[in-house]
Nanobody, 123 residues
Framework: QLQLVESGGGLVQSGGSLRLSCAVSGWNLDRYAIAWFRQAPGEEREAVSCIESTGSGTNYADSVAGRFTISRDNTKNTVYLQMNSLKPEDAAVYYC????????????????WGQGTQVTVSS
């Protein structure tokens, strides 16, 4: 089974930055597209960003475009989400998820999920 472990969450002031990491084990990262999702209490899960297996294709939610950057280091089997200019509305549990090769819009096709890491943004 592919295993995903998120880290890097924490408390940050509005306008600050965090870098989340998604460490992948159990299979080669270069076979998978990795997406970041987030879910705040009482809110629906939403897609944040995704990077394809080669790293050449990325996408971002409109709410984070220009502030967040997704990247991957296949040698280290790790995907990163650099979050800058954080806003209170960015506070959520952030999850990484994997599917083969390509990003997809539907949550259902991401069959591998991490446990999540909490991001808290103070106003």
């Amino acid at each position: 089974q592919l295993q995903l472990v998120e880290s890097g969450g924490g408390l940050v002031q509005s306008g600050g930055s965090l870098r989340l990491s998604c460490a992948v084990s159990g299979w080669n990262l270069d076979r998978y597209a990795i997406a970041w999702f987030r879910q705040a209490p009482g809110e629906e899960r939403e897609a944040v960003s995704c990077i394809e297996s080669t790293g050449s294709g990325t996408n971002y939610a409109d709410s984070v475009a220009g502030r967040f950057t997704i990247s991957r280091d296949n040698t280290k089997n790790t995907v990163y989400l650099q979050m800058n200019s954080l806003k209170p509305e960015d506070a959520a549990v952030y999850y990484c998820a994997a599917r083969t090769l390509y990003c997809a819009a539907r949550d259902e096709v991401y069959v591998y999920w991490g446990q999540g890491t909490q991001v808290t943004v103070s106003s």
